[in-house]
């Protein structure tokens, strides 16, 4: 058998131990490297000269080939600058040698296609390339297209009129979540370890947990977001990863964190660095649970009961387990970060639409987006400066009460993955209904964006219709270490590696 056939084999073999070192590689007809190893083992490979780049390139791309059809989750496809990347010789990093899939959301190569989900930037070529995907290409990874997402990353399912839906790997009828969905769904479905996801409410959390996998939303001005500027939503917004393991997050982040140059916030990390706390025991964290929607609205039973299992495994852990939650008005901080994020989504379109003589409008642009833009033209500079001091509160209220505690624990979301033009606004539904059901179906993640606190998805469970569920781990700002260290511990009492849809 040739080492080509090893890589680009079929179904997944057994595997363990995956925070620890790679294993040794397959040699069976039945072996797929993408699936069997994390992007951290994969980079182990290369450097050992046991796989070279450009077959895990060409295994990455073929299964790309053969499965977006099915899922729809590639946005741009980078192949030719891939090949080219590797034939000039790739930095020597951490991740020397792995594919890597960009999300099309404020992420740019320059002179490529940057789109964000919209018809409105259809063709829409950058003309920088962000310092995100300097870092990315600086640790070796080999960035071979960009992923799907709503527009301008603006629901918790990934549907659009320039793309199409993205369907989930566990089951095409079902949301693969957003706005991070066709990450989530690629890397679900076996064609990369790991991909490159954001965060402005959710959107790293959602789609992990629709999809069964480990996501992290960092803390804020953790991970670069600029240029062209370096923040988003008033600083809701953050990038970082989705992976099936702990430590591939964790080392991503060690590849990317820092402040860049320019940006108005900056944060310390760990001087160990943040794969070195994967294997750390945590010791005893005070853990919060919250299971209780913050605007009282219904959370499934199979969600809940998901939040509450995973409780108790921290309690036999040797955690101290509480059922408590921070207190707010949930009206006052929803409207906040509505008048940010429909400021911005306005000004954008304004100032795009007179660069380019486009006329924003509904052949152009979702029914989602226009409610957005038709709201956010109606604040005043006063009212978005009354939106920053009210979510600035909530951070020192929510800092306050995690003086007594040290993660809350709560579900990623209230139901399981919904089946796909569920949230999506149709033409019977108005713009406050369509925000009603996408609050109801993720109320816990948001207040995370609003604090700058980090916050990760873990696949613990999954629904009696075989769908996967998430817990939520929320920490305090600045203290990504805590939650790997927690991830790590959980991630060994309940591995989750093996548990991957058929594909």
């Known amino acids: 058998m040739t080492r080509r056939e090893v890589v680009a084999g079929g179904a997944a073999v057994a595997a363990a131990g995956l925070t620890g070192a790679a294993k040794a590689r397959p040699t069976g007809s039945g072996t797929d490297l993408l699936v069997d190893y994390d992007a951290v083992g994969l980079a182990a490979l290369v450097a050992k000269r046991e796989v070279s780049p450009t077959e ?75 310092e995100l995907v300097r870092r990315i290409e600086r640790a070796g990874f080999v960035v071979f297209g960009k992923t799907t997402t709503p527009e301008f990353g603006l629901t918790g399912t990934t549907e659009n009129k320039l793309t199409g839906d993205t369907r989930n790997p566990w089951n095409p009828a079902h949301i693969a979540g957003g706005s991070s969905g066709g990450a989530a769904a690629a890397v679900a479905a076996g064609v ?34 600029g240029p062209p500027r370096t923040e988003g939503w008033g600083g809701m917004s953050a990038h970082h990863a989705v992976s099936w393991s702990v430590r591939d997050n964790a080392a991503i982040m060690d590849a990317t964190h820092g402040v860049e140059a320019g940006s108005r916030y900056g ?52 955690h101290h387990v509480e059922v408590a939650q921070p207190k707010w008005d949930t009206a006052a901080i929803g409207m906040a970060s509505f008048v940010l994020i429909g400021s911005s989504i306005a000004a954008d379109i304004a100032d795009r639409a007179k660069a380019t003589g ?115 781990f929320t920490g305090r700002f600045g203290d990504e270490a805590t939650l790997y260290r927690l991830a790590g511990q959980l991630e060994r009492a309940a591995p989750w590696r093996d548990r991957r849809p058929s594909v």
């Open 192 to 225: 990369l370890p790991a991909a490159h996801a954001t965060d402005g409410g959710g959107s790293i959390r959602i789609p992990a947990s629709c999809c069964g996998l480990f996501g992290m939303k960092p803390s804020r001005g953790r991970i670069p977001m």
């Open 358 to 472: 486009i006329v924003p409008g509904p052949d152009v642009l979702e029914p989602i987006t226009l409610g957005f833009i038709e709201v956010g033209k109606s604040f005043s500079g006063m009212d978005f400066a009354r939106a920053n001091n009210t979510l600035q509160a909530l951070a020192l209220n929510v800092a306050q009460f995690m003086e007594r505690f040290d993660v809350i624990l709560a579900p990623t979301l209230a139901a399981p993955p919904l089946p796909l033009g569920r949230i999506n606004l149709t033409p019977d539904c108005d713009f406050q209904q369509w925000g009603q059901r996408a609050a109801v179906f993720s109320p816990f993640t948001q207040m995370a964006n609003m604090t700058g606190q980090p916050s990760m998805s873990v696949p613990l469970a999954q629904s009696s219709g075989g769908l996967p569920i998430g817990v939520m």
């Open 267 to 318: 944060v310390q990390a760990p001087a160990e660095g943040f794969l070195a706390q994967v294997g750390k025991h945590p010791g005893k964290l005070r853990i919060a649970v919250m299971v209780e929607s913050p605007s009282g609205s219904p959370v499934d039973p199979e969600c809940r009961a998901a939040a509450l299992e995973a409780a108790k495994l921290c309690e036999s852990l040797g």
């Open 56 to 130: 895990l390139l060409e295994a990455a791309i073929s299964k790309a080939e053969a499965l977006n059809p099915r899922f729809n989750f590639m946005a741009q496809r980078h192949y030719d600058r891939a090949r080219k990347a590797i034939a000039d010789g790739l930095p020597k990093g951490a991740f020397t040698g792995v594919p890597w899939l960009l999300k099309d959301l404020n992420t740019h190569i320059a002179g490529e296609l940057s789109e964000g989900g919209s018809r409105f930037y259809k063709g829409n070529r950058a003309p920088v390339t962000s």
